[in-house]
């Protein structure tokens, strides 16, 4: 007789076939095998009783299951390690004893954090019966959400519109985009300004910021307009006389810790920053890498399991990462002792692993050839993450100074940074959302002291216009979500997903914006139905559920508990007045009748029309969402369209001309970089503005074009992919074709290959130094002495750098842009392409 095994996906029992011997069957349910009985049979709210029947279209492979079960001796249940996992293994024995099939056969549940062969047989050592807190807490989860979608959907369809329906855990995230948009909405963006001197000691020239005004000290809006700078800057500039005192010199050494391995939550997270993936398309491409890759050693599991609130390492995964840290790093890379992880999440049943690779000795490199893109991508930053959690901290040498003008009653600080020791930095580094703070940017001072007395290079005013809060992207959303305790690593993509295939919500570059039905939605569920959109409310039962799941806590309670105070506040809403949620006065009259105007949702979101319909037919659309009257700067000469000046909520910008309907491109826009002052700006600003990028002509030893152009991080010069910042002390439109060439002149030119005329060369990068030869970089540390390095050594270094870099090459930041070689042909999904940075 045979052993059956069974599991919910077919890749899965692939791989674990693969390890299993002949006695062995695996089996797959392809997913759960049953749904709750449609409309009101699903569940009696007198018992909570839940009815099910066999979904169709699992029947064929319950019906398989079935069959081999008859033939087997021993069943062993070997689904997903969690609450969800449990249920399907749950519902197969109750359907298999319902059709008698079980009788006297052994069934047991086994469960693996990873789909490796030590992890399934120390599984098989270890049977166990299913866990029914487990099952009842998913199943106290499908009740709450069934009842909630169930009776509230109907009450929408009847007061706003039809067909559409509110889900437990989407509406509270839906209330987090629509409150944000409110936010935005009435924010009216502030002037404020800062002052800075530009102070050189010997030939270095460096900057610093006004803090202390004629012994005040500065806040964010002490100087709110032109006028106040320009007396300010004039004052200062008198009494500081060209010269400015060192008062303060203050060095500390900052340290950076690496971060935790990956649960769900951050993977998402980083997998939509850094690699632009949908919190979908990582789940989708985690779960690959988990169920099982063929690589040359055969089909295995390359990650653990990617549902997990988990931070923890187990001991071998620990010690195998720093074995692998001992044979590929200097000691100072990595600790003595192993660094541990506490996770947050209580239930200790559950407490999985983080997400890590199965064997951290298969390098990213080397499996490369095996995977397609987004597999690849999404494995280098769990291989990479991994390895940093076990690495060094990061140091940095921080310098804070004070520079004193006239008596010392105004005072300016300067700050800057050195990388001293980059550690886990050198492998990984978590991004962040909408970070304005620069911390481990560098900023050199030159070497300073208290009395120095330094000539003032100049003192100048920057205009600022606050910011609203941004948007949500989908990782700043996942994370808030976290936060809140709304949802949990099985949830945080479909909330996303639901949000979007509902129309609540819509992504807008990557970001959510609600819709009008959206905000509809939420104002109605936020005015009666206030705790099912209260994210208290939801957290705490979520933690309920939680506690089921512990053995802490009956079902039977929580769901009682939860449906008489639900089902009262249903009856109670059911005569609510429709045209009272979905109509709104604006506060204006009709300019045909003179009776007020309404905001009336529409099939396409929001219009406005006239009280006095049917009697008045007066409509307008209602587009709000003009930031405002644009006003005309200039006439570009070359496509002979108005070069606009537009306010929005993220400050001021130029337009080239504006949108036309059914245009499929969006009209030119230029962000108006913070050194230009508004009230300057001029026709002949605007006009060079509008024209970027710059070109600057051919580089002489390339024969590739340089180009200068504004950027996220400010303006830059950009040959052959290679980008420079452009010092803040010169204007964009001024620099030279010479000056150009020079920013972009190597520290040293330490030579050339002779082999391939390569030139190799020393340049500096945020992180220090580094050597580079074509595309090989290899960084050099703080106290290598940059004129002692001969190009023999260079070359014997980098060429050895080439050869290796297939197997151990230090992380950059942004994953290489070449396509790996593709094997195998890439799946039915397409592929969505990173759209290019705005
Ligand atoms: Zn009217």
Not at 129 to 135: D, F, G, K
Request: hydrophobic share 35%.
């Amino acid at each position: 007789m045979q052993k059956l095994l069974i599991v919910e996906s077919p890749s899965k029992a692939k791989t674990i076939g693969n390890y299993l011997g002949k006695e062995y069957q695996v089996l797959a349910s392809y997913g759960h095998i049953r749904n709750l009985l449609p409309k009101s049979k699903g569940i009696n709210t007198d018992t909570f009783e839940m009815n099910y029947e066999i979904s169709p279209r699992n029947k064929k492979h319950m019906d398989a299951i079935s069959n081999a079960v008859k033939k087997s001796d021993e069943i062993l249940l070997a689904t997903d390690p969690d609450r969800e996992g449990e249920a399907i293994a749950w519902h197969i024995v109750e359907v298999l004893a319902s059709k008698k099939l079980v009788g006297t056969k052994k069934i047991s549940r086994i469960i693996f954090g990873e789909i490796t062969k030590s992890a399934i047989i120390e599984a098989l050592n270890n049977p166990r019966e299913v866990a029914q807190p487990l099952v009842h807490a998913q199943q106290a989860r499908q009740a709450l959400d069934y009842l909630i979608g169930f009776n509230l959907s109907p009450l929408l369809w009847s007061k706003i519109r039809y067909g559409l329906s509110a889900g437990r855990v989407q509406s509270p995230a839906l209330r987090l985009i629509v409150e944000r948009e409110k936010e935005i909405e009435k924010f009216d963006s502030l002037e404020y300004w800062s002052i800075h001197l530009d102070a050189l000691k010997d030939k270095a020239k460096f900057t610093s910021k006004l803090t202390i005004l004629n012994n005040q000290k500065l806040e964010q809006f002490t100087i709110t307009s032109a006028e106040q700078e320009k007396k300010i800057v004039g004052e200062l500039l008198l009494k500081s006389s060209g010269k400015a005192r060192v008062s303060r010199v203050e060095k500390k050494q900052r340290v950076r810790n690496p971060t935790a391995p990956f649960t769900t939550s951050t993977l998402q997270q980083e997998a939509v920053r850094k690699l632009g993936f949908t919190t979908r398309s990582t789940m989708i491409t985690a779960q690959q890498l988990y169920e099982g890759i063929s690589i040359e050693e055969g089909t295995v599991g390359l990650i653990t399991y990617m549902r997990t609130d988990s931070m923890s390492l187990s001991n071998e995964a620990t010690t195998q990462i720093r074995n692998y840290l001992e044979s590929n790093y200097t000691n100072e890379y990595f600790p003595q002792k192993a660094i541990g992880y506490k996770t947050k999440a209580k239930n200790a049943q559950e407490a999985h692993e983080a997400i890590r690779p199965t064997n951290i000795e298969r390098t990213p490199q080397n499996i490369k050839r095996f995977l397609s893109d987004q597999q690849f991508k999404l494995y280098e930053i769990i291989w990479k993450r991994a390895l940093a959690c076990q690495m060094s901290p990061a140091v940095f040498d921080a310098v804070s100074i004070d520079l004193e003008v006239g008596k010392g009653e105004s005072i300016f600080r300067a700050t800057g940074q050195t990388l001293k020791f980059a550690g886990f930095m050198s492998v990984y580094l978590e991004d962040e959302d909408d970070s304005k703070n620069n911390e481990n940017n560098e900023s050199k001072l030159p070497p300073l002291e208290v009395g120095d007395l330094l000539d003032v290079d100049k003192i100048i005013g920057v205009q600022h216009f606050t910011e609203p809060p941004p948007r949500f992207t989908e990782a700043s959303l996942v994370k808030t979500l976290e936060e809140f305790g709304i949802g949990r690593p099985s949830t945080y993509a479909s909330i996303i997903t639901t949000l979007q295939e509902r129309d609540y919500a819509l992504l807008e570059k990557k970001r959510f914006v609600a819709t009008d039905v959206g905000k509809v939605v939420i104002e109605f569920l936020t005015e009666h139905f206030e705790n099912y959109v209260d994210y208290d409310f939801t957290a705490n039962l979520e933690s309920q559920l939680d506690d089921i799941a512990a053995d802490k806590k009956n079902s039977l309670t929580v769901l009682q508990d939860f449906w008489g105070v639900f089902i009262a506040r249903i009856k109670e809403k059911g005569d609510l007045d429709r045209t009272k949620i979905t109509q709104k006065e604006i506060g204006e009259n009709c300019p045909k009748c003179e009776k007020p105007l309404l905001s009336k949702l529409g099939k396409r979101g929001n219009f406005i029309a006239c009280s006095g319909y049917p009697d008045c037919d007066f409509t307008r659309s209602s587009n709000g969402d003009l930031p405002q009257e644009p006003k005309v700067i200039a006439q570009d000469e070359a496509s002979k369209k108005d070069i606009l000046l537009l306010i929005g909520p993220y400050g001021p910008y130029l337009q080239l001309g504006l949108p036309i309907d059914g245009d499929k491109l969006k009209p030119k826009r230029v962000t108006i970089p913070p050194e230009i002052v508004l009230a300057d700006l001029d026709e002949s600003t605007a006009k060079q503005l509008i024209s970027l990028p710059r070109d600057l002509g051919i580089h002489p030893e390339t024969g590739a074009k340089i180009i200068a152009n504004i950027g996220r991080f400010g303006p830059y010069v950009n040959h052959n992919g290679k980008f420079k910042s452009i010092p803040k002390s010169e204007n964009i439109f001024e620099i030279t074709h010479e000056f150009a060439v020079d920013l972009l002149k190597p520290l040293r030119k330490i030579g050339v290959n002779p082999d391939t005329k390569s030139s190799i060369d020393i340049y500096k990068s945020r992180f220090g130094f580094y050597m580079q030869m074509d595309s090989t970089k290899v960084n050099l540390s703080k106290d290598t002495d940059l004129d002692s390095i001969s190009l023999e050594k260079a070359l014997k270094i980098l060429t050895k750098k080439a050869e290796e870099e297939a197997k151990k090459k230090p992380a950059k930041k942004k994953p290489a842009k070449k396509k790996p070689a593709k094997k195998k042909p890439a799946k039915k999904k397409p592929v969505k392409k990173k759209p290019a940075e705005d």
